[in-house]
């Protein structure tokens, strides 16, 4: 949000100016300005424009929260980065899990089946020899 703010206000400055340029350049000391003098600014993927050096400090803050915006924004990028990596090892385990209880499953459905054929047999036996 920051950074659409960022670019919402660079493009405000640039429709006040409507100069376009493509550099950066400011005085030595950002700090020190006894008359206006033109600054040039430019941004990623924005036009660039000239403004007055008493706008500096209004870019320069602007910068601040581009800058803050960014690495607010890649430490959100790691973060989501772990849990998708922590979603991935979960679900990793899930599917272990699943595969284990299969297996078991497929054993006791077999074993199942040993028994009742087992009984069946126990059974037919014990048919036969009441017949006899």
């Known amino acids: 949000q920051s ?3 960022f670019g919402a206000k660079l493009a405000e400055l640039q429709r006040e100016k409507g100069t376009h340029t493509s550099s950066f350049e400011a005085p030595v000391s950002s700090s ?3 008359s206006p003098s033109p600054v040039r600014f430019s941004a990623v993927g924005a036009s660039s ?3 007055e050096s008493g706008e500096a400090s209004r870019v320069s803050s602007l ?3 581009l800058e803050s915006a960014l690495a607010s924004k890649r430490k959100a990028d790691e973060e989501n980065r ?3 990596e922590q979603a991935l090892q979960a679900s990793s385990h899930a599917e272990e ?3 284990s209880g299969q297996q078991q499953r497929d054993m006791l459905q077999a074993r199942l ?3 009742c054929m087992h009984f069946r047999q126990q059974h037919a036996a014990h ?3 009441a017949e006899d």
Do not use: D, G, T
Request: aromatic content about 12%; cysteine-free.
């Open 3 to 5: 950074v659409r703010i």
């Open 32 to 34: 020190e300005y006894s």
């Open 49 to 51: 424009f000239e403004f």
């Open 63 to 65: 910068q601040a929260e």
């Open 82 to 84: 772990q849990l998708l």
């Open 97 to 99: 899990l699943v595969a």
């Open 113 to 115: 089946e040993e028994e």
């Open 127 to 129: 048919l036969q020899a």
